[in-house]
């Protein structure tokens, strides 16, 4: 009835006609429930009548309660009950109830259609994954599923064997692909070909496994590769939201296996940095395909094979360092035009072949370092104004040293040692003066090992930032100019010439000093003894004659000092146990006499002390058994008497004891052969020894005799 039943008289006829259907009700739910056998439904109804309606309940009209519940009885019951439903509305305890499960009803239902929207969503993005006979990342799992589709555009860059190649990096990525990255870039998106370069590179290096000392986020199916930190840089480019791969810096990561040729597909690149591995294989031609590479380092890994012809894509390469790998061949002719290359490192290689001339008009080069190499023919000039360091050394070059050096005010350094080169060191710049020049920067000249003649060259005199200079093992003569203006030096190298003169007055800050193997003639002194900070110096083989000066205490940070086959003579000063850092001091073949200094054990950093072919005489002090990091002990050709100490025994460092051809008592202490450390000793054959290494006993007396009368007349030249 539209316009519903008749409201009673008064409130007794109200509750009245409630009471009547209230009982109604009941009865019909009580017959309803014996036929359904008590459906949940029902029990919840005759539950919810149970309940007293109150008596202030509201006054709807039936009319209210029959278009509310019309709806809702059929989903409860699947029995229409009006006049149930509109006394349950009424009830305030079964209106909330009813109203809860509404609510709830509702967000299922929203629930439900938005998850259909989203799965009907992903169905249409998600590519075709079919089924195949490919493995798993696992060989011994079942066959698992690829998608064809990015198998097809795989195969533009990868071979097809290397993608179906049980275990091969490019199977693996291919199935992490499909089977495990959740990004869901579309396989025609040209970064599925970023993201499955990098997949590649992972695999295929570490092939023993998950070598990678850092990998962090490698492999998120989650996120873009430009998360994949540290190790991978991007870019983003502005109004573009899209970020690009720009850069891979993996050095000193543990990295093994082979650079893959997919590398190639990151054609954004402009950094690739590997050092620091244990890379093998050559250096894959796709990589010259990355036209905006400008920085390569690839250096200390184990690379071979030869540099791609094609180096000379990467038309933007400004630093190149394949230094310490093993990689031979010449250098191909497509290198010199790169005309933005700065810093050329091929250093510890095996590279051969001459350099071209088109090296001289590479004027963007800096640096240029084909250190320990094969090259052979001669010497490029190098007239690049702006170049700071060339490194030559240790290679095959020949001919003459090229006037270079004048044109490059920024040169640096400059190393040549270890070839074949010759010729008068100062014909290059024989008509320059030098004093008219801008001020030279050089810091390091290391020309050593050569066949170079002629005098020291003038252009040292103006290098005064000058720190290292080293023409050892070369042909020079005249004698050596007074350096000590250049302040700056440290590192002094003129052995194996044929240097004359004294020794030169030489800068106070040098550290530094072999001349060694000379003919250098006058006395050892305060040239020598005032440098403070004098570390090393090695002055034996030349005829420097005189007497060891007192004032040889005053090198406090001398580690080490070698003044053998001299011609010295006179005593040993005591002044050497003030020198507390010395480690090695080799005095033998000299004229030297007198008694070992009982002050020698006072310098504690002593581990070698040479003292053979001299003059010595007395006992050896038993203050040597003091000397706790000795290590050799050789006093060889004296005329040393008396008893071995048994002091020397406590020297746990003790590992070297040379006593022959001296006059000492016939036995050696037990202490010494019982010693820990394990002493090997030589001793003349008509010593008493359980344990030395070795007798003689072919000298004579004569020998003796003419022994000394040699030593007496030292002149080595």
Not at 518 to 534: E, H
Not at 579 to 592: P, R
């Amino acid at each position: 009835d539209e316009d519903g039943p008749e409201e009673p008289d008064d409130e007794d006829d109200a509750e009245q006609n409630l009471d009547n259907e209230r009982g109604a009700t009941a009865r019909a739910l009580s017959q309803h429930q014996d036929e359904d056998n008590g459906s949940v439904a029902d029990h919840f109804v005759v539950e919810a009548m149970a309940t007293a309606v109150p008596d202030d309940h509201d006054a709807h009209t039936e009319a209210e309660y029959s278009a509310a519940f019309t709806f809702v009885v059929p989903m409860v019951t699947g029995t229409p009950l009006p006049s149930t439903i509109k006394l349950l509305w009424e009830d305030k305890k079964a209106r909330s109830i009813l109203k809860i499960l509404l609510f709830l009803l509702t967000i299922l239902g929203i629930s439900l259609i938005v998850a259909g929207v989203k799965f009907d969503a992903f169905r249409r993005s998600s590519p075709t994954r079919v089924s195949t006979d490919s493995p798993t990342l696992s060989p011994s799992a079942s066959p698992t599923v690829d998608a064809s589709d990015l198998k097809a555009i795989l195969m533009q860059f990868s071979s097809i064997e290397d993608l179906e190649e049980v275990g091969s990096p490019q199977q693996k990525a291919l199935l992490w692909l499909a089977n495990k990255d959740l990004t869901n870039i579309e396989f025609t998106d040209e970064l599925i070909l970023e993201r499955y370069a990098v997949v590649v590179f992972y695999y295929a290096t570490q092939v023993n496994g998950n070598t990678w000392l850092a990998r962090n986020d490698f492999l998120n199916p989650f996120t873009h590769v430009c998360d994949w930190v540290p190790g991978v840089m991007c870019k983003q480019d502005i109004g573009n939201p899209r970020r690009r791969v720009i850069g891979l810096s993996l050095n000193r990561n543990r990295l093994n296996g082979k650079i893959p040729s997919e590398v190639g597909l990151l054609q954004e690149l402009t950094k690739l940095n590997l050092a620091g591995n244990s890379i093998t294989g050559s250096i894959p031609r796709e990589i010259t395909k990355l036209s905006s590479l400008y920085t390569l380092h690839l250096e200390n890994n184990k690379l071979s094979g030869s540099l791609p012809d094609t180096i000379g894509n990467l038309t933007l390469l400004i630093d190149l360092d394949l230094c310490v790998n093993k990689l031979t061949g010449s250098l191909p002719e497509s290198l010199h035009s790169l005309q933005f290359l700065s810093i050329l490192n091929l250093s510890f290689n095996q590279f051969n072949g001459s350099l071209s001339d088109s090296v001289e008009n590479e004027q963007s080069l800096t640096v240029i370092n084909l250190r320990h190499n094969k090259f052979t023919g001669t010497l490029p000039r190098f007239i690049h104004p702006d170049i700071v360091k060339i490194g030559l050394d240790h290679n095959q070059f020949s001919g003459t040293l090229p006037t270079l050096i004048v044109p490059a005010f920024r040169l640096e350094e400059f190393t040549l040692s270890n070839n074949n080169l010759e010729g008068d060191l100062n014909r290059p710049y024989e008509n320059i003066d030098f004093s008219l020049l801008p001020k030279l920067r050089i810091r390091r000249i290391d020309w050593g090992f050569n066949n170079f003649t002629g005098q020291l060259p003038q252009i040292v005199l103006f290098l005064g930032d000058l720190e290292y200079l080293k023409l050892a093992s070369n042909s020079l003569t005249g004698t050596i100019p007074d350096l000590d203006h250049l302040t700056e030096l440290k590192f002094l190298s003129l052995q194996n010439n044929s240097l004359t003169g004294s020794l030169p007055k030489l800068p106070f800050k040098i550290e530094l000093i072999e001349f060694n193997t000379n003919k250098l003639n006058g006395t050892i002194g305060t040239n020598l003894t005032d440098l403070a900070f004098l570390q090393s110096v090695s002055v034996n083989n030349n005829n420097i004659g005189g007497s060891l000066p007192t004032e040889i205490g005053n090198m406090k940070h001398l580690k080490f000092l070698d003044f053998s086959h001299c011609n010295l003579i006179g005593s040993i000063p005591s002044e050497v146990g003030n020198m507390k850092q010395i480690d090695f001091l080799i005095l033998s073949e000299n004229n030297l006499s007198g008694s070992i200094p009982f002050e020698i054990a006072n310098a504690p950093s002593l581990t070698q002390i040479n003292l053979d072919s001299n003059l010595l005489s007395n006992t050896i002090p038993t203050s040597l058994g003091k000397i706790v990091g000795l290590k050799s002990l050789s006093i060889e050709n004296n005329t040393l008497t008396g008893a071995i100490p048994t002091e020397l025994g406590n020297v746990r460092t003790l590992q070297e004891l040379r006593l022959r051809h001296n006059l000492f008592d016939v036995n050696v202490p037990e202490e010494l052969c019982s010693s820990d450390s394990k002493i090997d000793i030589v001793v003349d054959c008509d010593m008493s020894c359980s344990c030395c290494s070795e007798l003689h006993c072919n000298r004579t007396e004569e020998d003796v005799q003419s022994s000394q009368s040699s030593r007496g007349n030292n002149n080595i030249f």
